[in-house]
């Protein structure tokens, strides 16, 4: 276990003046524990009782040291069973102050070593929850600042009378003013994702039709790349029960990533299909594609694929980090999972939804009426 620093550091070390013995570890029961600290104690007062008689010690003399060993024997194993609260209110002590990377020794096999062990679960899941924090401030400020900097500095250069307020001007400054807003709508989505689970409006979806939709939406802000979609869906009426926005976010994220790392001119692939009890939606580009190793942490919020790789010069628009995240979200809430699919040429994102709907537990449903 590391040492917390300040107070709490100071007085672990008071504490460990005295040994931390702990031979009661392996008993499995604090109850038997107790009961074998009572006997070991009257055994060890009797046996020095009976050694001091049998030497003629008196007993003026023998029952005293009787019962001071007897209790510095008590005091050696009580602290023994009692070490781990100790440490484990240092522990709490200290991450009140914001250090979540202490562990509390858990070696006893009974309450109180469970108990520890979830402590440690516990600040393990703290020290990490802390961490994702920290990331998400930091990440949060760089991707509003960009735009916010690129928009401030357009309309100073327009005020300025440093570059006349163009067509050109003006789109590129709408451009960053988009960028922003598709941000801030990402943060109120990933905080319905901090929320937990909400309730999903199931209805049937003609699988069609809805990717022809959200292709048709997306097309109209691909950053101007000149972009083909190819919609294919077999058999052409294939349906599936889902929340259809919800279902909408998750095709409309992947179509903003896969618009991202195109190439200009390039081809965007919409294939659905079923397989077994379940309807299949991958949506294909034609971009540098994603690295093995990047591939589960990509879901991860504010995650990104490595500088090897999904670099494109019309990257640079502004990827957030958090719309597959979304996407893995507004998936697991129907009971489905996302993956990357290997391909030989660009990157294709496949989800898979069961036909009928089977939410997650914990997932309340709703009919459309």
Known sequence: MREPHGPQGKARKEHRRLPDV??????????????????????FAVLITWVGLRNELGPTRTFPLAIFLSLVL?????????????DMTAAAQAMADGH????VRATSRDEVG??????????????NSDKI???????????????????QAQLENMVDGVTEPTKASLELALEQTERLTRLVTYLLDLSRVEAGASALVLSDVAVGDFLEECAQAVSMVDAGKGLSYVVDVTPPDLSLEADAERLRQVVTNLLQNAIRHSPHGGT?????YPVDDTVVIEVSDEGPGI??????????????GSSATRVHSGSASGGTGIGLAIVRWAVDLHGGHVEVADTTRGATMRVTLPAVARPAPGVTTESDA
């Open 22 to 43: 702990r031979p009661l570890d392996p008993v499995r029961s604090i109850k038997t524990k107790l009961g074998v600290l009572v006997v070991a104690t009257v055994t």
């Open 74 to 86: 008590t005091q050696l194993l009580a602290r023994g069973m009692t070490s781990p609260l100790r």
């Open 268 to 272: 965007v692939r919409l294939d659905a």
């Open 133 to 151: 924090r920290r990331e998400l401030i930091a990440n949060v400020s760089h991707e509003l600042r960009t735009p916010v900097a690129a928009l």
């Open 100 to 103: 979540y990377s202490i562990r």
């Open 291 to 304: 690295a093995p190793e990047d591939r589960e942490r990509i879901f991860e919020r504010f995650a990104r």
């Open 114 to 127: 469970q108990l520890a062990e979830a402590f440690n679960m516990m600040a393990a899941d703290l020290h």
